[in-house]
T-cell receptor
Framework: DAGVIQSPRHEVTEMGQEVTLRCKPI?????LFWYRQTMMRGLELLIY????????DSGMPEDRFSAKMPNASFSTLKIQPSEPRDSAVYFC????????????FGSGTRLTVV | GDSVTQMEGPVTLSEEAFLTINCTYT??????LFWYVQYPGEGLQLLLK?????DKGSNKGFEATYRKETTSFHLEKGSVQVSDSAVYFC???????????FGKGTTLSVSS
């Protein structure tokens, strides 16, 4: 398996623009997680899905953030409109459980909003 | 709520030195504990884990023992290499929780 695949690796956008981050989980993994990593706050869980259904989105910072999982092999995290404080590295991870076995992480998308 | 506290870095060592990175946790019940490693420009990789008290996780020369009495899961390595330079994250999973909870990470820098 190629692991968890995220795209793009880097994204630079202007404030106010819409940004879409993409993730392909490992085949057979029922759980998908979106995390955000910043120097100040470390790793924050934004949202997670089980069998394509959002289970906990309490970490989504604002209504500007939305996430979807239309099928078992694809998820998106969208920010509209983007702001400079959204600049961070966004990680997608997948797992066969909520956490007992640990997660497999993608390489991340480094987002810069100018 | 559940939380993980790691020693603040950066930790700077010479090659072949002994490494300890402290990790303590707060959780109800009996969480599973993990160490992840993040190399520059990459995602997090699972390094080792322990699922019950007194378990020792080990991988690539790294070890950590689940100590319930001190609520700790300290990471150790007897002789570090330059290639061990990375950020190390301690994490826990509680059956009553929803997802892995991570510490803030400790940066390790090893020089030759």
């Amino acid at each position: 398996d190629a692991g968890v695949i995220q795209s793009p690796r880097h994204e630079v956008t202007e404030m106010g623009q819409e940004v879409t981050l993409r993730c392909k989980p490992i085949s057979g993994h029922d759980y998908l997680f979106w995390y955000r990593q910043t120097m100040m706050r470390g790793l924050e869980l934004l949202i997670y899905f089980n069998n394509n259904v959002p289970i906990d989105d309490s970490g989504m910072p604002e209504d500007r953030f939305s996430a979807k999982m239309p099928n078992a092999s694809f998820s998106t995290l969208k920010i509209q409109p983007s702001e400079p404080r959204d600049s961070a590295v966004y990680f997608c991870a997948s797992s066969s459980s909520t956490g007992y076995h640990g997660y497999t992480f993608g390489s991340g998308t480094r987002l810069t909003v100018v | 709520g559940d939380s993980v506290t790691q020693m603040e870095g950066p930790v700077t060592l010479s090659e072949e030195a002994f490494l300890t990175i402290n990790c303590t946790y707060t959780a109800t019940g009996y969480p599973s504990l993990f160490w992840y490693v993040q190399y520059p420009g990459e995602g997090l990789q699972l390094l080792l884990k322990a699922t019950k008290a007194d378990d020792k996780g080990s991988n690539k020369g790294f070890e950590a023992t689940y100590r319930k009495e001190t609520t700790s899961f300290h990471l150790e390595k007897g002789s570090v290499q330059v290639s061990d330079s990375a950020v190390y994250f301690c994490a826990l999973f509680n059956q009553a929780g929803t997802a892995l909870i991570f510490g803030k990470g400790t940066t390790l820098s090893v020089s030759s």
